[in-house]
Every structure is written in structure tokens, then in C-alpha cells.
């Protein structure tokens, strides 16, 4: 291992981009905005997603595939949609390169022009609900809980591995409902789905609310959201469910008959969440020597690592390192012994603190005599002396309190950090020096809310669900408000 | 449900887009040549997505994920690669849409052309082993072992669901050794790995072999492949595993520094299945009344339907059945009990039929008196009055008959349909009148090979791996051969 990684408290965004490069989570890759993401980024990867894929299961959606590309013209079918999305997507416009004749290589051929552009899918709304026309005649074809694990495409200009690629990797749940109640309800159901497994799994907590109308998904009457916050006081989104009403059955002429005979149109919604939790998951825990995975999601749960001088000792201690591992792999435990004898220990316990490996477990030859391991915290970094008999059984307890201390540790710096300001001043003063969330009068109006945001980078994150309604007055206009708003910058 | 579906002596094709559509498996897309893959489907190609990700881990692989743009200069570095993949390539041009001047929608913004214009990924060797010569330096980082579950596209003229399709969804393996033995061991091994899960969890037998130069994957200097037999006499490429040599590592300069201090060059393969094996799952087994799904791979592996006049009665099946579904749960099976009654039970037994669920259990009062059940089985239609107690202990291993007794039907057909044809004339007349695969000597040219596929429309499938040497002449030269191969028309 070469040097360290920068100090968080002296660059934040170099430690982030050295820490998600040297943990081998993600790289750049040559196509500008695209990331690779490596195999030990993919292995957390995957857990988020057998997990959120349990949760949409068992809260009775199935999952299905739509195609990658949307025909131009299907964009334009909804006009919020293809407003918010039209200055940022690939268009493919050939099917065809062919050699060049000057002998340069290849280059597209003319001839294979498409009569209508593609557009390389942003969100699938539009492609979906064309085919929902097909599926939907009666009450009784409904509803339809769909959702699709898939890549799409943005194409923006600054970005930043797992926080802001131009192609990344998501699920997007796309519903259709009889009624406007079932499908606020299923808005509502899947934003708590988010909230859960972010606070649960991630160990991230939460604030739930709902975005300003600046801030919606563009074609939705409503979005809802889960907004977290990072070491460095900066908010991020993590996740989006869109009440989207009637808007892309009308667009798509989706309708059906109801138990009355009547024809109406119907009621949908979106929600999605993506790589971008790779980031949050990052940058909510790790610290300057590392990754800090909480153990719902660390793809290796226990590493030992054996500490001898002579060759002849390994033996006796890869016996109990197999047994302590086989012991924990029985209780559904993930254990890597690295008996590699290419690394030093040194060496090792910086590279498992790196990516963030929960709990190490050092043997050596005196630990053997004594019936003992030396255990260590990778969240805490604590380490103490402890019995090799019945560690099995101490072990997934001591899990369970790292994941409920990763998320008590991250819930207090949250709380610590969401502040009041009754004056532009103050709020200015606060985002400077601190960051955070803010809770701010607001007039409701979006013009005040671009200007906040022009002159200082914040932005309305969102209107809490649970907001308490208080008088007051705008902290930009003076102008009455009815309750506070959370403002933050943002990732 | 409307009338039945096409028969399949009358019209193959016909049978096979009906039943796909019908069982809601797939259907097209407005954007041509793209498929939706509808809930049911899908659900299939996840179990055999999760069967064949455990089989890659369980042999050492790992996931990871590669972007979907490939710069079109990366295409043409190796020079058979892009011969092969260039004419049918999906190009991407522009990055952003505006709108018209003239009002009449969005057009492509020609200010934002990409300066090099990029490929949506056909494969992606050029992409990755661009990435893994950042990852590659010396003989510690070798073996790589990664695999990618992905959307490619290639842009076919004549698509039809599943077996051809514009954009389809696969995996691709990719990994990089030291050594020329080792690559070719992992070849073998992958060829292995996809003939044990098509025959063992698909039902489908299969003969490996390797693939003559004509249809080789472009940029290999080996492909094995497996194919099998669909029951109107056409082969179908089941999966493919490259032996890739140092082409791809030569093209993006990919070397290693030995244990010897030597700097050469990796080894590569790769090795892809799609979901195409959807196609294959689907015309290897159905029948005119509908799918028939191996129970290792069925989404529902029992359906429990009731038979009542008077709601009352209801209430006492209703029990029995779900102390069947919950006792088969408890062993793993996925079991539904179909009560709604907005349906009778002979449509029940007719869309339960057309899915392909393996074993339907009826229940109606006379077998509540009698501790009885009807159990039929979908593969041979055979029913039967069985005892409700114990049923839990008898379905498994009822399930386990049909799956072989599933396979052992298409072997018995496979089996049947490999024939020797010793002269042309025997080979077209065996080709014309009977189909299936065709063992015949060939001279080993490209140039006959060709014009065989031109006259007849057959390929060389394969060239057995477990070939027996035979002395003969080629049936269209009459030059000499050593060996028979396998020559079929195909998907």
C-alpha cells in the first residue's frame, strides 16, 4: 500500500475520489461520465440490491425489462418530461459504421441513418406507459406493481463517481393504479420501503418530506424523498417516489373501465433509487484510514488474519482460524482467512481497514497458548482480547451493535447539524460555517427559492412530513410562511 | 382466455410468437427489434440468472460492471472484432436535444456533437481489457475472474422475441491469466459450467463443441459453444466460451511481468449466454397447450385450484389448501393457491396449462371427504387421485421425476435427429425431410463451408469435442476429411 488516504478535514473531495479509486469500489473509465465499477464496489452493490429487491418483492411487485432505447418523439408526449430531460440525453442517430474510404478506420455510415432519432432511456416513464396502454383494459388488470433493475443514461457535465455519472445503474418501480388514494398510498408505501432500508441497511438516517415544486421529478404532481446528510455537511438525496397523478396515462392514453362501466384514465407512479447510494453509503461513514462498512452490507463480515514468525506455526493457527471461520459461515457469516504469505500483518490490517471490513481477528502463536484472538472494530477501532470459545456465538451480536452504533453515530452528527435560522443573515452564516440542514421560513414561492439558491448554492431539500406547522416569515421576502423548510447544499 | 393457440405441426413460427406473448413471457416494443420482457418472463430469466450467478461464483468469478459506451476508435484496434461487430452497431452522436425552431418539437441539438462518436455496447472485450490494463502488472494480479450482467445491442434486421433481438440481456464473462494453458482451461471450464446448467436445470441437452472458423466470435482463435435441438429439426447456439489468445491484450497493450521478470502479454477469454436461452427453454419442451417448464426453473412449481358450487364450500378447501401450500413452502417450493372467483376452473386449468406451472393440484368436496386430491402433471398430462396426507414428501420427488423425465424426452428427440449423410444428395434430402442435426465429413475449407450455407442453409453447428476420428470424404468436394461434424439449420 502506498501512502495514505488525504485527511478528510483537509480536502473532503480528494478524499472521497482517492477513497472509492484505492478501496476498489470505482474508476473512471475512458468514456467520459462512465464509471467501471470494480468487483469489491459491485459485491456492496449487489447486496443493496438483493435487499431492496426482497423488500419490493415482498411489498408484492414483480420485476420486468423495458427497452434501453425511447423513440424521440414519445419524450415530447409529456411536457414537464421532456423539458427536464431533453438537454441531457444520448441520441442515437445510426445503426451502422462502415470502413472509411480513405482507409482511416470506420466511420458512420450515412446511409444507416434512423428515421427517428433514439434516445438512450433517462427514466423510463415514457416507454413504460406506452406499454401499460396494452396491458390495461379493465379494473381488474390492475394495479400493476412493476419494477426494473437497469442502466440509463444523463448526460451531465460534471461528474463524480457513484454521485453524478453520466450512465448509471438503478431500479426505477413504475405502478398504475384505479385511484388517486391507492396510488399516493403506494407513493407513500415505497418512500417508507426507501427510508427503511437506507436507516436499516445503510445505517444512514433519514429526514422524509416532500420536494418544492422546483425540485420535482418533471412530469410528477408530487415527489417525495429521503434526504441524508455527509461528513462535510452537505445533503444528498437518496432516494424518489413520484405521485406522478394522471399525467403520463393522459399522455399515453392509458385508460380502463371501471367497476361502474366508466372509462377513466389511469393513476401512476415512479420511485427509484441508484448507485448514487454507493456514494452516500461512502461518504455517511468512512474515515481517514478508510471505508466503514455497516455489517448489513459489508460483502466480508469477519477477515483473520494469521501473525507468526516461523512457517511452522501457520499451521496450528490456520486449524483454529478454519473452525472460528467455519463456526460463523454455519450461522450465515461471511469470513475471509488471508493466509497470503506475500503481505505482512502491517500490510493487511491497513488493506481490510481500507475497505472497510468490519471486524479483524488477529492469531498468533501466544493467542493459541492462551485460547485467546485479539478482535478489533473497524468502526470504533477498539481492540481487545477475547476467548476463541464460543466467539461464534459472540460475534453476531457484537455485529448488530456496530450496525446500531454506525447508525447512532450518523443519526447525532445528523441532528447535531440541522439548525435553525430566523434571518437570511443567520442562514448565510450557517451554511458557511457549518453546513448542514437548516430549517428556514420560506414564502412558497419558487422564485424566492431560485434566488436563495443562485446567491448561496442551497437548496429547499425538502418539506418534512412530519413538519410542524409554525408561524413566520420568509427569511428572504419577510413575506408569511406557515411552516420552516429545510435547506441545504447539496450533493 | 380466446381460442387456442396456432398448432405446432401446422405452423412452428406461429405457435412459438403466440405462445410467448400469450404466456407473457415478451412482447415487442414500439422502438423495432427491442423487447418487453413482461413479469412472467422475467421471472424465468431471474432464476436462471441467480442458478448460473452462483455456478460463475462458485468457480471463482465475481461481478462487476463496465460502462455501455465504447468510443468507436476502441472498436477497430482488433481488426476481426470490428469486422464482425461494426456493420450492426447502434451509434451514439449527439448529446442533447432542443427544441424545434418551428415549434413542431425536439430535434437534435447539432451544437452537441460528440467529438468521437460512441458505440452502444454489441460485447464488450474492447471496453474491458482497455480497463484491465490499469489493472494488470504483474503475475500477482492474474488470474481476473470477472463477470457482467448486461443489455448489449446489436442491430439486427430480423428480430423475433428472444432468439433475436436488438437490445437482449446477458452476461459476459471476461478474465485475463498468465498463462496460455490456464486461459484455455478457463474456456473449458466456462463451456462446462453452461452445458451442465442447460441440461440440468433447462432440460435441454446439448453437444459441445468447438465452432469452425466461419463462425467463430470475432477476435477469438477458439470458440466452443454448445447446441441443441428445438423440436421442428433447428439447432439453436445454446451458449459460447472464447479462448481469445493474446488478441484483446495485444490491441490495448495488457502485459504482466512474470515470475521470470519477463514482460508479456495475458491471456484472455470470454463467455456469454443470453436470453436467448428463453427461446430455447421455450421450444425445447411446450406443446400446443402451452409452455412446459422444468420444475428447476418454474416461478410456481404447484398451482392449488379449487373446485366448488356453493361458496360455503369454499371455506373447508380453502383450509386443506393452505396447509398444502404452507407444508411445500416450508420445503422450498413455490406454491399458489388460485381461489379468486372471477374465474372458473376450467380456466384456470387452461391458463396454468398455458404458463407451464408443473404440477396443478384440484380439490373439490367429494375429495375433502375422501383425505384425496386430483394431481396432474403438466409435462405428460397424466392425473391422478392421490392422498392428501403425506402429499408434501410425495411432490418433491414428483418434481424431481419431471424434470428428468423433461430432459430424457429431448434426448430421446435429440437423440433421434442426429443423422449421417454420406453424399450431398443424402444431406439435403435428410436436411429438407427430417432436419435436426446432420453428421457429415467437410474438407475443413471456409469456402465449401460457405457454400453449403448458401445452398442449403444449414452451418457446421459444431465439431464435437468428443469427435471420433473418422476417415472420409468432404459430401461437397469430395475432398479428403478426418472427421464427421455437425451441420443443422439454425436460430
Known sequence: ????????????SAWYNELVKRADLAENSAVRGCMVIKPYGFSIWEKM???????FKDTGHTNAYFPLFIPKSYLSREA?????????????THY??????DGSGVVVDPEAKLEEELIVRPTSETVIWNTYKNWVESYRDLPIL?????????????????????????????????????????TEQMINVYADFVENFMGVPV??????????????????????LMQDGKALQAGTSHFLGQNFAKAFDVKFTGKDGKLEHVWGTSWGVSTRLMGALIMAHSDD?????????APIHVVIVPIYKKDEQLQAISEKANQIKKALQDKGYSVKFDDRDTHKPGWKFAEYELKGVPLRIAIGPRDLENGTVELARRDTKEKNTVEIEGIEN???DLLDEIQNSIFERARSFRDENIRKADTYEEFKKILDENGGFIKAHWDGTSETEEKIKNETKATIRCIPLDNEMEEGKCIYTGNPSKQRVIFARAY
Open 207 to 228: 429526514i422524509k418530506g416532500l420536494k418544492s415544486e422546483n425540485e420535482r421529478f418533471a412530469g410528477a404532481l408530487e415527489t417525495y424523498c429521503i434526504e441524508a
Open 146 to 186: 412493476v419494477n426494473q433493475w437497469a442502466n440509463v443514461v444523463r448526460w451531465e457535465m460534471r461528474t463524480r463517481l457513484f454521485l453524478r455519472t453520466a450512465e448509471f445503474l438503478w431500479q426505477e418501480g413504475h405502478t398504475a393504479h384505479a385511484t388517486k388514494d391507492e396510488a399516493i398510498k403506494e
Open 1 to 12: 500500500m502506498s501512502k495514505g488516504l488525504p485527511k478528510r478535514s483537509e480536502d473532503y
Open 289 to 297: 484510514a478508510g471505508l466503514v462498512l455497516p455489517p448489513n452490507l
Open 80 to 92: 414537464d418530461h421532456v423539458e427536464g430531460f431533453a438537454k441531457e440525453c444520448a441520441v442515437v
Open 394 to 396: 459472540r460475534i453476531p
Open 96 to 101: 451502422r459504421l462502415k470502413n472509411a474510404d
Open 49 to 55: 440490491q438483493q435487499t431492496l429487491d426482497k423488500m
